[in-house]
Structure formats: structure tokens, C-alpha cells
């Protein structure tokens, strides 16, 4: 077994960052590892970033619960304690200035709280932000857009969006996702709670984040930046696989655009109008980087980033008018026959 | 109005409290320091960051000249009020003629300068971040130098009616206040623009 | 002073024409009067503002509702946000201070009268400018709509490119403009301070009022500025083809939001430092002792606002700073509630061992002790940057400065209404509908933003016109929306007991409460002139020593 591990300094490194919190998982939300879909609470977290923002959160919750039952039973008491009596009409009570003590104590005590969370903060913030890239991670560009995720895996030669595949990762093999974060237009954010804090895509400042999804499935998230009309429905799907089901989706992705001969008239329709300019199907002519590349538009999920499952008549409502399923999204109504709007959707059919 | 000295029958000591134009203007200068910091972090941060275009080295000269008038002018603002105090009401309208002479002189150098920055260099506040950020804080200081202006004029127009005399003396001193303050500013802009910038 | 009437009555029994009543309305220089001004003009944008709230808490009410459309939505956000804090929470502060100020330092009027009434109208033709953007702000929809950027605007959504047309000027515009008028009374305040106090009443002789209000004033004056700054930065790109915030030019989106914040981080201390000083008078009031700590609670605020100029960039901890400033900037924040934490234990401290009265001025108070210690507490909570890296940008954030913003500064004013509303008008209000006032504000208030948070921690983000069903939010926003309902009725209840109160309340007269500050001390409502003769103070309770003069305050200070 230790013979497979890399032997790079960055992968120790790693390790070193991601086995202890991994060896105490007490605070696991204990689920199936073939759930279907996780759901976005940020104290069910499925990944490191999100499990030691989450250990974190729970020690800085005590404290200030703690604090907060204190003062909160000071305020409690003073209220019924020494609250206004008929007996005591009249007649004022001791009229007190203050107590230097008092105030050195209520000055001391929560400066040494502050000295004590700050630091607990600062390592797990260095932790976070300053891992380092081991060599087996899996990299993506993730690059927002109004008002969808453009995905590209610069070493694997893939362009996708919306739905993102990774590899579930476990800490004898660590295989993390790093993601570098651009934007083509406005500020968004990536938000996934299961898997990560949130970071933000702005444009002409490239940023950075990694997951390490412990668990296989479906996780969700969506734009946390508003961005727009249409920020409500920037979603993200992230699938997270199996190492061998993510290699299959690695190579149905490296395949070029399907040719099927009966799509042929949809595939005209499709060169002829606009669609080309801001659309790409891989072995095509059609290199258009305004909007998402459908070259493997079936092995999607869902269509506009998450605002209709990917069937065939949401399909055909999208191309014929946009705005009834997200209006104010950029993509225009393409005012095509019902001939060559049932072509184009059966040409997008054949896309896997 | 200066401070108001009262005598009450109780009061064990006299009640001087600072004159509020002062304060107000002070005040002033305060939110004014706190927008040109802004545009002066804007002008550094974006030096060499130009994407296109001439940078500062290539296009900027340095104002010596118009500089000295200006800062000059806060001297001769000084000695302008400090003769007022004394009741030398015809030095003073002499000192603050010019006064404003030097300001407007400055004026006129900047408008030479950005004339030829636009026409002969092509420098506009579209080109790039340099000429954005440099316009922009130049236009800024130079649009306090007018406001002053005016008021220095308006404040000629009375004096040369025969309307100033020791008894404004104060408020004199309160619209100094804001040239030196127009002169600093001008201290901070030319070494941010033409020394450190460069 | 507006008024040459040489009348000394007391009451407001003139029998003018209404025409010359306006007309002395709208021509005044009398702190009071612009206070009055203030005061109702930010009511009027209080209700605007608020029913731009239900109009978002009932779209969101479920999942793939269709009550507004989300270009409507958006407005909906910006607006609400943009009005409640320019146009509703500093006006009604600034108000309060004009009118409390003078009065409390013995003095006639602020030191400048007409740029009083000035910076008052820039302030008022701010929010106008804002609200005719309804009429004026064409955009790429159809003519005529308002700015849908958020209130921060962020760089680049508000160039040109991403914001066509007139809507995003309108919301620049009308805060530049009221910009200047905060900046203007900020001077006054400052001037007045320091300058028109009666004789004997040295700076720590103040009341705590004027101090804090000072503090805030100072803060104005470099705060409010950046903002003005960026502002005028942001249309020199939209108008001039300047390139600030020009990503494609090399620009910074970046520098737009540390601009930014370095406005809206002090502005919120800004906002609450008064509030501050109304719980600083009043609570020690219902509780029959002075203040507990008095210099210290002074050193407290100034502190504060020191420390609250280095924090900004904790709205910003989702942007990709490096650790360091992560760190630096979590840091500051958390120091902050050091200061901060001092003062609501020097309220509980002066509430110790009195005799307190649970008049309608008091519940509020109460009410603001608590909600403004879970605030804090969630707002350290957010400090600690990675878990913020989670709760930024959600419900929760919003929860939390909703519960400062409402349950502090809202409940803050409430008390200071109920407080001297008997000093401005001459008249009580009615302490039933007080009551009734405070426990149904309660009541919506915490079942609104209690629950808030939880959407937030289940990644609910923030500015969504809709969201998708199963991920558990609906019933969450259902109680949500129910609980804004309810704090709408008790506002309504809250404006009808001062309406009615003006008519029909009980007479107040010069000191209803058994107080001891300078304010206390003329008739209710005051006459133009405020105080017959400048008074000569020798501690910080005045009326104290004169209500007993066997123990006085000035042998124990």
C-alpha cells in the first residue's frame, strides 16, 4: 500500500493538511454513500473544506453560546431582580457612578475570548487557503457567466457546463478537485455548502478553492453573487464518482460531437441561424464561446443551468422562447419554424 | 462669529469655547481629505497597470513653475489675513490680488498642460487607467482650486467696495484655512503624480 | 430663527392660515423644526420601504412563485435596502439629533442654522431623486424603472455594459446628493458641540447624547466620503469613458468593493452609535440611577469607531484575499466586540440595583439589550472568516443585520419616540397602544428573523427572486413572511398611536419622566428660543442637583 502512495512533497503535504480531520469524524451526518442527492446544509459537509469550516463553527458556536447564556441571565435577573415596587415609590435608589474593577474584569475576560477564537480561526483559515496542489488532483476552470457555469479541464482537453463531474477522493488516495475561478462578465460565487465554503468568480482576478468529496453522489449549489436578472438560477450540480464511473465520463467527454446522418437537417438549421455564434459542438464548425458548449448536451442532467430538467419539450420551449422558462437570460427567442425547431431538437438529441 | 466670552455670576472662570467657523471648516477639511485619499489610493494602486496607451513617464512634464505659485499664494493668503488682523485693509486687498492672481496662474497651467496632454499625446480620460486616474485626481484638486477662487473673488469684490474691514478678520481667516488646505492637497497630488508616479 | 413672533405661549394655539403654517414649515431653520422634518419624512420612507419588504417576503413566500417577476424582484431589494438605510435610518437620526442636541447643551439652535435646513432638503431631494427613478429610469425593459444593482452596486454590474440606460444613475446620484447633506449636518453637529455649550458644561460634563452623537458625526465626515468618492469615480466610467472599475481595461472590480465598505462598515456604526445615545438617557432614567460607567462608555464609543475603520473588509472574505489579510481583517472584528460587548454590560450594570419602570420607552430598551447581544454574538460568529466563507452571502447575513437594524436600531427608536414624543408635541402617547405596539413588534420581529437564520445555514443565498422546492426552505420563508405581516400591523398601530396621541393624548408637562437632563428643564413643546436664560451647568445631571440639592451630582464628580 505505501509503495502506491506518491512520494512528492506535495502529496505529503496534503495528507498532512487532510488526515486529521478525517480521523475524528464525530461530527459525520451519517448517510448512504449511493444517496442520489445531497442537499446544501452547511453542517452535513461531505468534503475537508467544508468539514473543518464546520468543526470550527460548532467551537465558536459554544463560546458564544456560552456567552450569550451569561449575559443574557444578567439581563434576566436585573430585570425581575430589581424591578420597580409600589413599596418603592418615591425614593431613589443608591445612585452608583461605576467600578474600575468591574470594568477591567468585562474588559480582560472578552479580550482573552477574541485572542482564543482568533487563533483557532487563523489556522484552520492558513489550512484552507494555503494547501497546497498535490499531484494527483484533478483540475478545472470553472468560468461564470450571466447566467450559467462554463467548465473546462485544461488537462484533460474537456469542455462542459453547469454540471460538473469529479472523482470522490478518501484519505489514503487523495484525489482532490482544484478549482481555478474566472469570470467572463460580472462577479458570481460557487457555492456548494456539502463541499466547500463559498468563493468568488470576479472578473480580471482569478481565484482559487478545492474540494475533496468523501462521498459519492449528486451535491447542489448555486450563484451566491448576484449577478444579474437571472442570478436565482445559476444552479450547479456537482456529480461526485466513483473512480471508475468518473474515467467513463472523462472518455464519453473526450469523444468528439456524435454524426448521425438522420440529424443532418437539424444540424443545418442549427449552422445556418445564430446558433453557431454563441454555441460549440465539438467537430464542427460551430466555436461559439457566448454560451454553453453542447457538444455533449445529453449526458446533462438538466438545461439552463438548472432551470428545466434536459427533456425533449423543455428543450424545444427553451430554443423557441427563453423567457418562459428564465426570463431575462441571454439567450434570445430564435423564431424558428415548428420544421426546423423540431430538427435542431432532434439534432441537440443526438449530442451524447 | 468668534467665540462668545460670557461672565456669569455663578461661573468661576471665563467660558471660551473655539470659534465655529473654524471648527466647521476644519470639519470640512476633514470630509474633503477623506475623497481625495480615496482618489490618490485609486492613482496608486493603478500605476503600471495600464493596459494600453502612454504612461506618465512618456507624457508627464513637471509643473515647477505653476507649483510655486501656488504654494506661494498660501504665503501671500497668510500675510494677507495677518494684515487684516492689524487693520492694513489696502495691504490686505493687495496681498489677496494676489493671491488670487496665483491661483489663477496655477489654473492656467493646468489647462496648458491637460491641452497639450490631450491634443499633442493623446491622453484623454478614456485612453487608459493613467489617464482616467490622472485626470480625474488632477480635475478633482482643480475644481477645489476654482471653488476657492471664486469665493477669493467674491471676497475682493466686497474688499475693493470698501467692505472688509478687521472686523471679518475671522472669517478671513476660515477661507484661508481652506487655501491651505487646496495647497496641501496640491503638495500631495505633485509628488503622487510627478515624483512617486514616475 | 425662522420665527419673529414674540408670542411666550406655551401651547401651539395660533389660528394662522394653513398657507403660512406651510410656508414656516418649509422655510424653517429652527433645529426643532427641521428635527420634526427629519423625523417624519424618514416615517413616510419607512412605510415605502416596507411594503418594498412585502412585496419580497410574499414572492418568496414559496418555491417557483410568480408574484412579481424577478426583474421587478430585483428593484424590490435595492430599493428597500437603498431607502431604509439613506432615507429612513439616517434621516430619523439625524432628526433626533437636531432636535435633541441644542436642548441638551443649552444652546438656542445648531451653529448653522440655514445649512441646517440646507443639508435637510439635499437629504430630502435625495430620496426624490431615488423614487423618480420609477418615472425616469429607462433600461433595456421599457421605460421607467428603478435601480435593480443591490445597494452596493457592485463593479462591474453597475458600468454601463451591465446596467444600460438611467437606473443605476438615479441610485448614484441621490446618494451623492444626500451624501452632501449628511456631511453638512455632520459639521453642524460637530460644530455645535463644540462650540455653543452653555457655560460650565465641560466635554465630561455632557450628556452621554451629545457625546455619541459627536463620535458619530466625526465618523460621518470620513465615512460617508469614500462612498462619495467611488460614487463620483463610477460615473466618471459611466459618463466620461473613464476605466475605475473597467475589468477589461485592467480595472478593478475589486477596488469598487473596498471602497465600498470602507463606507458601509462605519456607516453601520454610524447608524447604531446614536442609537447608543438614546439607550444611554434612557434607560438610566427608567432605572433611577445614572449611568453606570460614564467615562468609560464614552472611551467605549470612541474605541468603536477607531477600530470600526479597520474592519471593512470582512463583507469581503468570499473574494479571494489571501490569509493573511483574512486573518487581519477577523481579527479587527472580533476586537470590535470588545468595545461594543463594554457598553451592553455597562447598560445591564446601571440597571443593577435601580428601581426600573417598565414604561413603553423602557420595553424597548429591554428589548434592544437582548436582540442586540444576539446580533453581536452572530455577527462574531461571521468574523471567524471561513465559517463566514459558508454563512456570507446568505440568509443568515441577512438575518443578522436585520436583527441590528431592526430589533436594535428600530427598537432603539421606538424607545426614543416614546421617550420624547411627550417633549416634542406637549402630549403622551398612549401607553396601551405602546404596549400593544411592542409585544405584537416582538412578537413578528423575532418570528421573522429568528427563523431567517435557518435558511441560511440549509444555503439559502441571498438577492433570489425564486428557489427551487426540496431543499427544505419553504416552510421556513412561509413563517418568514407571516412574521413580516405582523410587524407591518404594528407599525400601522405604532403611527396611529401618533396620530391620535397628537390630538387626544394626555398633556404633557416640562418633565413627565422625573429626568435630569437640560431638555427636561423648558415647556413641552419648546418655545422657538428654547431656554429664557443660557443655563450654567455644574455636573452631568443638572436637574439631579436641582432636584436634590442636598445630594448633587458635582461632589462625586
Known amino acids: ?77 436585573s430585570v425581575v431582580k430589581f424591578r420597580e415596587r409600589v413599596i418603592d415609590a418615591g425614593r431613589e435608589p443608591a445612585q452608583v457612578y461605576g467600578s474600575t474593577q468591574i470594568e477591567f474584569a468585562w474588559t480582560i475576560i472578552p479580550t482573552l475570548i477574541v485572542v482564543v477564537l482568533f487563533l483557532a480561526t487563523a489556522r484552520v483559515i492558513h489550512a484552507l487557503q494555503d494547501a497546497p496542489e498535490p499531484a494527483g488532483a484533478v483540475e478545472v476552470t470553472a468560468i461564470g457567466h450571466q447566467y450559467w457555469w462554463e467548465f473546462r479541464y485544461p488537462k484533460l482537453g474537456i469542455v462542459t457546463a453547469n454540471e460538473l463531474h469529479i472523482p470522490v477522493s478518501n484519505p489514503s488516495h487523495p484525489t482532490p478537485t482544484f478549482l481555478q475561478l474566472l469570470s467572463a462578465d460580472t462577479d458570481h460565487s460557487f457555492w456548494v455548502p456539502e463541499l466547500a465554503g463559498k468563493t468568488d468568480l470576479i472578473p480580471n482576478h482569478p481565484n482559487r478553492m478545492w474540494v475533496d468529496p468523501q462521498r459519492t453522489g449528486v451535491f447542489l449549489g448555486q450563484c451566491a453573487q448576484y449577478c444579474g436578472t437571472q442570478h436565482a438560477k445559476m444552479l450547479l450540480r456537482i456529480s461526485v464518482d466513483r473512480p471508475e464511473d468518473f474515467a467513463s465520463w472523462v472518455r464519453a467527454q473526450e469523444r468528439p460531437g456524435v454524426e448521425n446522418a438522420g440529424a443532418i437537417p437539424g444540424r443545418r438549421v442549427f449552422e445556418r441561424n445564430a446558433c453557431m455564434n454563441c454555441h460549440a459542438v465539438g467537430g464542427t464548425p460551430a466555436d461559439g464561446r457566448f454560451g454553453p458548449d453542447l457538444t455533449h448536451l445529453m449526458s446533462r442532467t438538466t438545461i439552463a443551468a438548472g432551470a428545466a430538467e434536459n427533456t425533449r419539450d423543455n428543450l424545444r420551449l427553451w430554443i423557441q422562447n427563453p423567457s418562459a422558462i428564465k426570463p431575462g437570460s441571454l439567450m434570445p427567442a430564435m423564431k424558428l419554424s415548428d420544421a426546423d425547431l423540431d430538427a435542431v431538437v432532434s439534432y441537440m438529441e443526438t449530442l451524447h | 462669529m468668534s467665540g462668545v466670552t460670557t461672565s456669569f455670576p455663578n461661573a468661576a472662570t471665563e467660558w471660551r469655547l473655539p470659534s465655529r467657523g473654524k471648527v466647521a471648516m476644519a470639519g470640512v477639511i476633514i470630509a474633503e481629505s477623506a475623497i481625495f485619499t480615496i482618489f490618490v489610493v485609486a492613482y496608486l494602486f493603478y500605476l503600471g497597470k495600464s493596459i494600453t496607451g502612454p504612461t506618465p513617464s512618456e507624457v508627464l512634464e513637471t509643473p515647477i513653475f505653476y507649483t510655486i505659485c501656488l504654494l ?76 476657492g477662487l471664486i469665493m477669493l473673488v467674491i471676497v475682493a469684490l466686497f474688499g475693493l467696495g470698501g467692505r472688509v474691514g478687521k472686523k471679518q478678520s475671522g472669517r478671513i481667516e476660515v477661507l484661508a484655512m481652506y487655501w491651505h488646505f487646496v495647497d496641501a492637497v496640491w503638495v500631495v497630488v505633485f509628488t503622487v503624480v510627478y515624483v512617486l508616479g514616475r | 430663527m425662522s420665527s419673529n413672533v414674540i408670542t411666550v405661549s406655551v401651547g401651539q394655539t395660533d389660528a394662522k392660515p394653513w398657507v403660512d403654517e406651510l410656508h414656516q414649515w418649509l422655510a424653517t431653520v429652527d433645529h426643532k423644526r427641521l428635527g420634526i422634518l427629519y423625523i417624519v419624512s424618514a416615517l413616510m420612507f419607512l412605510v415605502i420601504g416596507g411594503v418594498e419588504a412585502l412585496i419580497i417576503r410574499i414572492q418568496l413566500m414559496h418555491s417557483h412563485n410568480n408574484f412579481v417577476s424577478p426583474e421587478v424582484f430585483n428593484r424590490m431589494f435595492t430599493m428597500h435596502g437603498t431607502t431604509m438605510i439613506f432615507f429612513v435610518a439616517m434621516p430619523v437620526l439625524f432628526g433626533f439629533a437636531n432636535y435633541l442636541v441644542p436642548l441638551m447643551i443649552g444652546a438656542r439652535d445648531m451653529a448653522f442654522p440655514r445649512l441646517n435646513a440646507f443639508s435637510f432638503w439635499l437629504s430630502f431631494l435625495g430620496a426624490l431623486l431615488l423614487y423618480f427613478s420609477f418615472l425616469g429610469g429607462s433600461g433595456l425593459y421599457g421605460a421607467g424603472n428603478a435601480p435593480d444593482v443591490g445597494w452596493w452596486s457592485y463593479a ?43 457655560p460650565g458644561m465641560k466635554l465630561n460634563r455632557m450628556p452621554l447624547f ?348
Open chain 3, 156 to 198: 462591474p454590474l453597475g458600468a454601463r455594459a451591465f446596467s444600460p440606460g438611467h437606473s443605476s444613475d438615479y441610485w448614484t446620484l441621490s446618494l451623492l446628493v444626500s451624501g452632501f447633506g449628511s456631511i453638512g449636518t455632520a459639521i453642524n453637529i460637530i460644530a455645535t458641540i463644540l462650540c455653543l455649550r452653555c
Open chain 1, 1 to 77: 500500500m505505501s509503495a502506491r502512495r506518491t512520494k512528492s512533497i506535495l502529496s505529503r503535504g496534503w495528507q498532512i493538511v487532510v488526515l486529521p480531520f478525517w480521523s475524528t469524524s464525530a461530527l459525520w451526518a451519517v448517510g448512504p454513500d449511493d444517496t442520489p442527492s445531497h442537499g446544501t446544509n452547511i453542517f452535513a459537509p461531505a468534503s475537508t473544506p467544508a468539514k473543518s469550516i464546520a468543526d470550527l463553527s460548532v467551537f465558536v458556536l459554544v463560546i458564544t453560546g456560552i456567552i450569550f447564556v451569561v449575559v443574557f441571565a444578567l439581563l434576566f435577573y
Open chain 3, 210 to 557: 451629545a457625546w455619541l452623537n459627536l463620535v458619530m458625526a466625526g465618523m460621518v465626515l470620513i465615512a460617508i466620503t469614500p462612498l462619495s468618492a467611488a460614487q463620483i469615480m463610477l460615473l466618471i466610467d459611466r459618463y466620461l469613458g473613464g476605466h475605475f472599475f473597467d475589468t477589461q481595461a485592467g480595472g478593478s472590480a475589486v477596488l469598487w468593493m473596498h471602497f465600498f465598505w470602507i463606507f458601509g462598515h462605519p456607516e453601520v456604526y454610524v447608524l447604531i452609535i446614536p442609537c447608543f445615545a438614546f439607550m444611554s438617557e434612557i434607560i438610566p432614567v427608567f432605572s433611577r440611577k445614572p449611568i453606570f460607567g460614564y467615562p468609560v462608555m464614552v472611551a467605549a464609543t470612541v474605541s468603536i469607531a477607531f477600530v470600526s475603520m479597520s474592519v471593512w473588509a470582512h463583507h469581503m472574505f468570499t473574494i479571494g484575499m489571501n490569509s493573511y489579510a483574512n486573518s487581519f481583517f477577523t481579527l479587527t472584528t472580533m476586537a470590535v466586540g470588545v468595545p461594543t460587548g463594554i457598553k451592553i454590560f455597562n447598560w445591564i450594570g446601571t440597571m443593577w440595583g435601580g428601581r426600573i419602570q417598565f414604561k413603553t420607552p423602557m420595553l424597548f430598551s429591554i428589548g434592544f439589550l437582548f436582540q442586540f447581544l444576539i446580533a453581536g454574538l452572530t455577527g462574531i460568529m461571521m468574523a471567524a472568516s471561513p465559517f463566514d466563507w459558508q454563512l456570507s452571502l446568505s440568509y443568515f447575513v441577512v438575518a443578522h443585520f436585520h436583527y441590528v437594524i431592526v430589533g436594535g436600531i428600530l427598537f432603539a427608536l421606538f424607545a426614543a419616540f416614546y421617550y420624547w414624543y411627550p417633549k416634542m408635541t406637549g402630549r403622551m402617547l398612549s401607553e396601551s397602544f405602546g404596549k400593544w405596539h411592542f409585544w405584537l413588534f416582538l412578537t413578528g420581529f423575532h418570528l421573522t428573523f429568528d427563523v431567517m437564520h435557518v435558511p441560511g445555514i440549509l444555503g439559502m443565498p441571498r438577492r433570489i427572486y425564486t428557489y427551487e422546492a426540496g431543499r427544505g426552505w419553504d416552510t421556513l420563508n412561509f413563517i418568514i413572511s407571516i412574521g413580516a405581516f405582523i410587524q407591518a400591523v404594528a407599525i400601522l398601530v405604532f403611527v396611529a398611536n401618533l396620530i391620535i396621541s397628537y390630538f387626544k393624548g394626555v398633556p404633557a408637562d416640562n418633565d413627565p419622566w422625573d429626568a435630569w437632563t437640560l431638555e427636561w428643564s423648558i415647556p413641552s413643546p419648546p418655545p422657538a428660543y428654547n431656554f429664557a436664560t443660557i443655563p450654567t451647568v455644574a455636573s452631568r445631571r443638572p436637574l439631579w442637583d436641582h432636584k436634590h440639592p442636598e445630594d448633587p451630582d458635582s461632589r462625586y464628580e
Open chain 2, 72 to 147: 506661494s499664494s498660501s504665503l501671500t493668503i497668510h500675510l494677507a489675513a495677518k494684515s487684516l488682523v492689524r487693520d492694513f485693509t489696502r495691504l490686505f486687498l493687495g496681498l489677496w490680488l494676489l493671491t488670487i492672481a496665483l491661483g489663477g496662474l496655477f489654473l492656467y497651467g493646468t489647462a496648458q498642460e491637460w491641452h497639450r496632454l490631450i491634443y499633442e499625446r493623446g491622453l484623454t480620460i478614456s485612453t487608459n487607467l493613467f489617464g482616467t486616474t490622472y485626470y480625474s485626481l488632477v480635475g478633482l484638486h482643480g475644481f477645489h482650486v476654482t471653488a
